[in-house]
């Protein structure tokens, strides 16, 4: 199959390097907005050859679109316009306002939204790696409205991979994804400007910091240009859990204040339950 990257950084770069690995693709063509970017990729081997979006979508089977999310409302309606029998596969982190863009599309069953669950806090075509997707999990979304054989090639792209496969429509994956991947990105980038802000009275405390803290604010890391646009587009999920984050701080708070340990020891047990998600 040739497939066109739309998009050539972490994920549509990590993508490539998979998909070309294990023989799913034969060809891989990369389109990105910047210059400097297909020229990383080129130089890195991620695609095979450049093009223009146009000419990359008459040339391929397979269009993924992985730039930003808020370039993904601008391009897919485009991208159904010029498609055929291609199939085009998003795999952005925020669903509902994408699908409801092109709900009413001609060519919307042409159109498969998923979303690999696998990151890192890098980005760009140099943060592309290998081996990023294998054994983790990637979201289906209202693939009902998707006509189905564009479904069993999506499918069949990530059992090459392997990935494990978990259908969902947009307006569960977008709340599921608020609270396991959104607020621990808040969460990340509210502790290092904690330890920053107190950083400028004592610069030692970077001498100190030590696995837990690293492991911890690993997250404020990623890039603002791909997390703005996810935050703008899940708001009313994102603030639901941020709320209910923020009670459960002042609930530790509230305890120091009273002293509370044993209270405290029971939440942290109960904290504790996470190992259950975390070990399936
Ligand atoms: P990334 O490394 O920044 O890659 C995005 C690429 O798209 C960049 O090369 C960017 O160029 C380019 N781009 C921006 N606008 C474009 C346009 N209009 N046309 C063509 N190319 C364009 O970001 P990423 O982490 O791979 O994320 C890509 C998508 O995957 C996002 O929708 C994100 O929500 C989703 N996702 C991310 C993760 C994660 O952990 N990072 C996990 C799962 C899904 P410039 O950088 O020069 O603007």
Not at 85 to 110: E, F
Not at 112 to 130: Q, R
Not at 229 to 251: G, K, M, S, T, Y
Request: net charge negative; hydrophobic share 40%; aromatic share 6%.
């Amino acid at each position: 199959m040739t497939i066109a990257i739309v998009g050539i950084g972490l994920i549509g770069g990590s993508l490539a390097i998979t998909l070309k690995e294990n023989g799913f693709a034969k060809k891989i063509i990369g389109v990105d907005i910047r210059r400097e970017n297909i020229d990383k990729a080129i130089r890195r081997r991620l695609i095979d050859e450049e093009r223009g979006l146009e000419e990359a979508i008459e040339e391929s089977d397979i269009i993924v679109l992985s730039t930003p999310v808020d370039a993904m409302l601008q391009i897919l309606p485009g991208i159904l316009d010029l498609v055929e029998q291609q199939v085009i596969i998003d795999v952005g982190s925020t669903k509902a306002q994408l699908l409801d863009k092109v709900k009413d599309h001609p060519k919307r069953g042409r159109y498969v939204a998923t979303h690999p669950m696998a990151g890192t806090e890098y980005s760009g075509p140099e943060a592309a790696i290998p081996n990023l997707f294998d054994g983790k999990c990637t979201v289906l979304v209202d693939l009902d409205d998707s006509d189905a054989d564009a479904v069993a090639v999506t499918r069949r792209l990530f059992d090459s991979i392997p990935m494990r496969q978990v259908d969902l429509d947009r307006h569960s994956h977008d709340i599921h994804t608020a609270y396991v991947s959104h607020i621990s990105h808040i969460s990340s980038f509210a502790l290092a400007l904690t330890v920053l802000e107190k950083e400028q009275d004592e610069d030692r405390i970077f001498e100190l910091a030590s696995g837990g803290f690293s492991s911890t604010v690993r997250l404020a890391k990623s890039s603002p240009d791909m997390w703005i646009p996810i935050f703008r587009q899940n708001r009313d999920n994102v603030l639901d859990v941020l709320d209910e984050h923020i009670n459960q701080l002042a609930r530790f708070r509230s305890l120091l204040i009273k002293k509370d340990f044993d209270t405290f020891y029971k939440l942290i047990e109960e904290s504790n339950q996470i190992r259950k998600i975390l070990s399936s």
